[in-house]
C-alpha cells in the first residue's frame, strides 16, 4: 500500500489548501465547534458550499452522466480532510451518502430531482434511521409505512437526527412490511422537512450542539419517492452507514487537537518543572502521534479498497471508525489528564489551559463514538464479518 499521493494528487490538495487559506471566514470556519463544524447549518455556510461547489468540487467521483468528473475517491478524501482541517463545512451526506446511493439504486426520477441539486449545494439532508427503540439496532426499527393509493402514509418517531432543524429533504427509513423478517420488511424513503405531518424536537446533546427527535403523524409520501426496491431499504441504509461512518468522521480535527497539546505542553509546567520532562506526559504524546498515524493508514485503506468500485468497504469503513472516534477521544481525555483540574475549566475562559479546548472537546468527542452506528456496533462487525465469530458470540 502506497501512502504517499501521486504528483496530480499532491497538486490538488496544495490547490485545495491554498483556497481555503484566501477563503477563510471566521464566522464559517469555527473550530471550537468540534465535528459539528461539518455541518452546513447557516445562511453563512450554505454560501460557502456554493462557492466549493462553484469550484467543481462537489461530486467529483460521480459519473460523469450525472455531473460528476468520475476522478478517484481519493481526491474527495482529499478535499474532506482539507476542509475539516479549516473547520469548514464538508462534502457531507449529500455527495457522500445520499448522492451516491441514488446513483446506485435510485429510479431515474430522484436522480434527475436531486442529484443536480446536491451538486450545486442547493439541498442539504437529514438522515433518519434511529428510534427510541433501534438505536444501533438499525433493523428493529417501527416507523410505519403503510401502502396507500399513489403512495405511503408514515406514522412514528425517529430520534437522533442530528440535521432536522435545518434540512430540507429527510433520507428516512420505515417499516413498509410488518409481516416480513425485521431486515427484509424496511423501505428508504425521501420526505421534504417542510410536510406538515412532521413535528420537529430539539434535543441539546453533551457536546455544544443540538439533534432532535421528529414525529411524524399521517406523513404521505408519494411512490415516486421511494428509494429502490419496497424492502430493500435496510441494504441501502447498510451501504449509506458504510460511507457514512467515512465521510462524516474525518481524522484532521483530532491531528489538529493532538497539534495544539503537544504545542501546549512544550510550554506548560507542573510544580515549576517543565511538563515536557515528565515521562508519564512523553509517553501520553508519543502514545497519540504513533495512533495518529494508524489512523491515518486505516483511512488510506478504506480509501484503496474504494478504488475497486461497486458496494463501499465494510470492514474497512468499521475498523476506520471505531479507531478513529475513540482515538479522537482519547487525545482529548489524554489533554485533560496532563491539565489536571484547570482543564475542567469551561471552553471560552481565558484562565483554562488553552482556553479551556479541550473541556469542550472532549464533550463533543463523546458523540462522535455514537453516532453513524456505536463504537459496539463497529465491534460486532469486524467480528462478525472480518474475524468470522458467530452472530450471538
Same mark, same amino acid.
Given at each position: 500500500m502506497d501512502?504517499?499521493?501521486?504528483?496530480?494528487?499532491?497538486?490538488f490538495?496544495?490547490?485545495?489548501?491554498n483556497?481555503?487559506?484566501e477563503?477563510h471566514?471566521p464566522v464559517?470556519?469555527d473550530p471550537? !465547534?468540534e465535528n459539528?463544524t461539518q455541518?452546513?447549518?447557516?445562511p453563512?455556510?450554505r454560501?460557502f458550499m456554493k462557492?466549493?461547489?462553484?469550484?467543481g468540487?462537489?461530486?467529483?467521483?460521480?459519473?460523469?452522466?450525472?455531473?460528476?468528473?468520475?476522478?478517484?475517491?481519493v481526491?474527495?478524501y482529499?478535499?474532506n480532510?482539507?476542509?475539516a482541517k479549516h473547520?469548514?463545512?464538508?462534502?457531507?451526506?449529500?455527495?457522500g451518502i445520499i448522492g451516491k446511493?441514488l446513483?446506485?439504486?435510485g429510479?431515474e426520477f430522484?436522480?434527475?430531482e436531486?442529484l443536480?441539486?446536491?451538486?450545486?449545494?442547493?439541498i442539504?439532508?437529514?438522515?433518519?434511521?434511529?428510534?427510541?427503540?433501534?438505536?444501533?439496532?438499525a433493523?428493529?426499527m417501527?416507523?410505519?409505512?403503510?401502502?396507500? +393509493?399513489g403512495?405511503?402514509?408514515?406514522n412514528g418517531?425517529?430520534i437522533? %437526527?442530528?440535521?432536522?432543524? *435545518?434540512a430540507?429533504?429527510?433520507?428516512?427509513?420505515a417499516?413498509?412490511?410488518p409481516?416480513?423478517p425485521?431486515?427484509?420488511?424496511i423501505?428508504?424513503?425521501?420526505?421534504p422537512?417542510?410536510?406538515?405531518?412532521l413535528?420537529i424536537v430539539?434535543?441539546?446533546?453533551i457536546g455544544?450542539?443540538?439533534t432532535?427527535q421528529v414525529f *411524524?403523524?399521517?406523513?404521505f409520501?408519494?411512490?415516486?419517492?421511494?428509494v429502490?426496491?419496497?424492502?430493500n431499504?435496510f441494504?441501502?441504509?447498510s451501504?449509506?452507514l458504510?460511507?457514512e461512518r467515512?465521510?462524516? *468522521?474525518t481524522?484532521?480535527p483530532?491531528?489538529?487537537?493532538? !497539534?495544539l497539546l503537544?504545542e501546549?505542553?512544550?510550554e506548560?509546567?507542573?510544580?515549576?518543572?517543565?511538563l515536557?520532562?515528565?515521562?508519564?506526559v512523553?509517553r501520553?504524546?508519543s502514545?497519540i502521534? %504513533?495512533d495518529?498515524a494508524v489512523a491515518?493508514?486505516?483511512s488510506?485503506?478504506?480509501v484503496?479498497a474504494a478504488?475497486?468500485?461497486g458496494k463501499?468497504? %465494510?470492514?474497512?469503513?468499521?475498523q476506520y471508525?471505531l *479507531?478513529?472516534t475513540q482515538?479522537s477521544? !482519547?487525545?482529548c481525555?489524554d489533554?485533560?489528564?496532563?491539565?489536571?483540574?484547570?482543564?475542567?475549566i469551561? +471552553?471560552g475562559q481565558?484562565e483554562?489551559?488553552i482556553?479551556g479546548?479541550?473541556?469542550g472537546?472532549y464533550?463533543a468527542?463523546v458523540?462522535e463514538?455514537?453516532?453513524?452506528?456505536?463504537?459496539?456496533?463497529?465491534?460486532n462487525?469486524i467480528?462478525?464479518r472480518y474475524?468470522g465469530?458467530p452472530?450471538n458470540?
Open positions: 501512502f504517499d499521493f501521486t504528483p496530480e494528487e499532491q497538486a490538495a496544495d490547490e485545495v489548501e483556497w481555503l487559506v477563503n471566514d464559517v470556519m471550537t !465547534r459539528f455541518l452546513a447549518d447557516t453563512e455556510r454560501a462557492k466549493l461547489a462553484a469550484q468540487w462537489l461530486g467529483m467521483s460521480w459519473p460523469k452522466e450525472y455531473g460528476g468528473q468520475e476522478i478517484e475517491g481526491y474527495e482529499i478535499l480532510e482539507a476542509l473547520s469548514a463545512p464538508q462534502i457531507g451526506k449529500g455527495v446511493t446513483i446506485r439504486h429510479s430522484l436522480k434527475k436531486f443536480p441539486k446536491i451538486l450545486n449545494a442547493e442539504e439532508f437529514a438522515v433518519g434511521y434511529s428510534e427510541p427503540q433501534a438505536g444501533s439496532d433493523a428493529n417501527q416507523l410505519k409505512a403503510e401502502k396507500v +393509493e403512495g405511503w402514509l408514515m418517531q425517529k437522533w %437526527t442530528t440535521s432536522a432543524h *435545518f430540507d429533504w429527510y433520507w428516512v427509513g417499516r413498509s412490511d409481516d416480513a425485521k431486515h427484509s420488511g423501505s428508504l424513503f425521501l420526505v422537512m417542510n410536510d406538515k405531518g413535528e430539539s434535543l441539546p446533546t455544544k450542539d443540538t432532535n *411524524f403523524t399521517d406523513v409520501v408519494p411512490d415516486e419517492y421511494l429502490g426496491h419496497e424492502g431499504g441494504q441501502y441504509i451501504e449509506a458504510d460511507l467515512f465521510t462524516m *468522521f481524522l484532521s483530532s491531528t489538529e487537537r493532538a !497539534r503537544i501546549w505542553a512544550k506548560a509546567t507542573r510544580d515549576d518543572q517543565p515536557k520532562d515528565d515521562p508519564n512523553r501520553l504524546i502514545r502521534v %504513533t495518529q491515518k493508514g486505516l488510506t485503506r478504506f484503496c478504488r475497486k468500485g463501499p468497504p %465494510t470492514i474497512e469503513s468499521s471508525k *479507531f478513529a482515538l477521544q !482519547r487525545v481525555k489533554a485533560l489528564d496532563m491539565q489536571g483540574a484547570a482543564g475542567q469551561h +471552553e481565558d483554562g489551559p482556553r479546548r479541550f473541556e472537546a464533550r468527542t458523540v463514538t455514537i453516532g453513524g452506528g456505536s463504537s459496539e456496533v463497529q465491534k462487525i467480528a462478525r474475524l465469530f452472530k458470540f
